[in-house]
């Protein structure tokens, strides 16, 4: 007969303890021997800091009102307008994904996009020129998120550009995003040869009013956060993988744009585009997360995340708590896949401001709604599901719209808790595309990606110096 449990009781045991003294000295007055080991969570910031955030009487209920009103928020497209009329941009004017930068500071790839929107503008003639007026500072830049918008990798939105234009009928808000131009050589990669004027050229003159005229003859707005929901079942998690989503919404596009008094071969050519783009439905998805996260703003206490953007040269996080205010360091290069001939060392450093899916609890948080994601960004599917179950750790709720089947359809974990991740040490998990590190080059590949610990270091310093002052 073999010895109970493989002869692990046929000695007296060996006892390590860690953490609070209480296990090991009651074992001790047992007669135990015990060997305590000084190890602590691998957590990170001023324990002052901690302490204070965790002590504050008005967090539990702050964080309570900021996720009721990113769960309550919705999602209605209801109009395609340039960005001109819309965000009542001036002439010379360039928005551009993440923290505020400048011309000198910016990176390849956003150099890029800058450059190609001078020169599709015309206040241009060509690459130097652009160049010119950008290094003299004729050109204003301003953040996406400064004008309740957002942009994919660099996010670059000049005044002809196109834009969805959604409301979120619970809490009053408007988000703005550009069209998607596709995959490859795009602006929003950097890219700025003729081939991507002629595609921004088409879309200004010919899918933007197709659009807009499609939209407005619909007898009701288009729910793209109901999309949003059905594609977590269907195989997306809705920032680098859209398949789904994109057809979902042409499906719901399509007899509105069939029915536009427009050329035959206008009409052909939309569908065409918007069929061939998997990527069509990102640019609605992430104004719809961004009209949730937003609903979130300014509540005093609160630690909740409310933007996760980058400028592919710094990081820069934004909380309900303190409002308007930048945490920014240096951002990181993802790890993943590469197209072609590509490697590492032809990566640029993260970029674009698709990171709110994540804030809003998409993305790559909801990973192990999309197994299939791996083959894109890299990992295994085991990887995905445990994204997933660690990302809940970080967060504040569940969110019941978006619901994932694997996990028995739980709810996607929303609202990442600045407290919980310095609690663990764990940062925010990011799908996201490759540009590459050249100006003009154009996308790379497709990985993943964290935030820089030192944004959540400087957050929740300056939560901690806030609920002191309020105290």
């Not at 400048?102 to 003639?125: H, K, N």
């Not at 994204?387 to 619901?403: D, G, I, V």
Request: glycine share 12%.
């Amino acid at each position: 007969m073999s010895e109970p449990l493989g002869g692990l009781l046929s000695a007296p045991p060996s006892i390590v303890a860690a953490g609070v003294e209480v296990f090991s000295t009651a074992l001790r007055q047992q007669g135990a021997s015990v060997t305590d080991v000084d190890w602590r969570p691998p957590g990170f910031g001023s324990p002052d800091d901690l302490t204070q955030l965790a002590l504050d009487p008005r967090r539990a209920a702050a964080n309570r009102v900021a996720v009721e009103r990113v769960l309550a928020a919705g999602s209605l497209l209801v109009d395609v307008r340039p960005a001109r009329e819309v965000l009542d941009l001036p002439d010379r004017m360039l928005l551009h994904s993440g923290p505020p930068l400048t011309w000198e500071t910016a990176s390849g790839p956003m150099r890029g996009a800058l450059i190609g929107a001078c020169v599709f503008e015309g206040w241009a003639a060509d690459v130097a020129d652009a160049e010119r007026i950008l290094a003299a500072g004729e050109i204003t830049l301003d953040p996406c998120h400064h004008h309740r918008t957002v942009g994919p990798m660099a996010g670059v939105t000049s005044p002809s550009m196109w834009m969805w234009c959604l409301e979120d009928p619970a809490n009053g808000g408007q988000a703005w995003c550009n069209l998607n131009e596709g995959l490859g050589k795009v602006l929003r990669m950097g890219a700025y040869n003729d081939e991507v004027l002629t595609r921004l050229a088409w879309m200004r003159d010919v899918l933007g009013p197709v659009l807009q005229r499609a939209v407005r003859s619909r007898p009701e707005p288009l729910d793209v956060k109901a999309i949003l929901a059905q594609m977590l079942q269907m195989g997306d998690e809705g920032h680098n993988r859209n398949r789904a989503g994109s057809l979902m919404a042409l499906r719901e596009l399509s007899p509105s744009i069939v029915g536009v008094d427009a050329p035959a071969q206008d009409i052909a050519e939309v569908l065409r585009f918007i069929g061939g783009n998997e990527h069509f439905y990102l640019n609605l998805g992430m104004p719809t997360a961004k009209l949730a996260m937003d609903a979130a703003r300014d509540v005093p206490g609160s630690t909740m995340v409310t933007v996760l953007s980058r400028n592919g040269t710094d990081f820069g996080i934004q909380t309900a708590g303190t409002g308007d205010r930048w945490f920014t360091a240096p951002a990181n290069t993802p790890v993943g896949l590469y197209l072609g001939d590509y490697g590492p060392e032809d990566a640029n450093p993260d970029i674009g401001d698709s990171a709110i899916m994540e804030a809003y609890g998409v993305g790559g948080f909801s990973m192990a709604a999309a197994p299939a994601i791996v083959r894109f960004v890299g990992g295994t599917v085991p990887d995905a599901l445990a994204t997933t179950e660690r990302m809940y750790q970080l967060t504040l709720a569940e969110n019941p719209a978006m619901q994932i089947p694997i996990m028995g359809f739980r709810g996607s974990p929303t609202g990442i808790d600045v407290l919980q991740v310095a609690r663990t040490g764990w940062l925010p998990q990011i799908n996201t595309g490759m540009a590459g590190r050249v100006a003009g080059t154009g996308q790379v590949g497709a990985g993943l990606v964290q935030p820089p610990q030192a944004c959540f270091e400087q957050a929740l310093a300056a939560l901690a110096e806030e609920s002191r002052a309020a105290s």
